[in-house]
Nanobody
Framework: QVQLVESGGGLVQAGGSLRLSCAASGRTFSTYTIGWFRQAPGKEREFVGCISRGGSTTVYADSVKARFTISRDNAKNTVYLQMNSLKPEDTAVYYC?????????????WGQGTQVTVSS
């Protein structure tokens, strides 16, 4: 089992950058695929991207490709979501999630989320 805690959200102007962190508990962090999702008010949760256990493979939604980068530091039990060139439509609560599967499929564990607000 793994527990996830997101941090790094906040208010930023359009065109700015933020880096979110997803810190995990447990000694088996490196066995988990980590995904990032977001949910805007009144909208369904959507996939942002994910990173494989060792960090060699990342997958991104088309809406964030070339602007967002996911990385991980297994020694620190942390995954990062670097968000550049932010747009107002990126405003959402961002969640990280974990699964031991690759390809990920369904995620078993979720964090509580962190709010990102992009002003125009």
């Amino acid at each position: 089992q793994v527990q996830l805690v997101e941090s790094g959200g906040g208010l930023v102007q359009a065109g700015g950058s933020l880096r979110l962190s997803c810190a995990a508990s447990g000694r088996t962090f490196s066995t988990y695929t980590i995904g990032w999702f977001r949910q805007a008010p009144g909208k369904e949760r959507e996939f942002v991207g994910c990173i494989s256990r060792g960090g060699s493979t990342t997958v991104y939604a088309d809406s964030v490709k070339a602007r967002f980068t996911i990385s991980r530091d297994n020694a620190k039990n942390t995954v990062y979501l670097q968000m550049n060139s932010l747009k107002p439509e990126d405003t959402a609560v961002y969640y990280c999630a974990a699964t031991q599967r690759w390809p990920p499929g369904q995620y078993a564990y979720w964090g509580q989320g962190t709010q990102v607000t992009v002003s125009s």
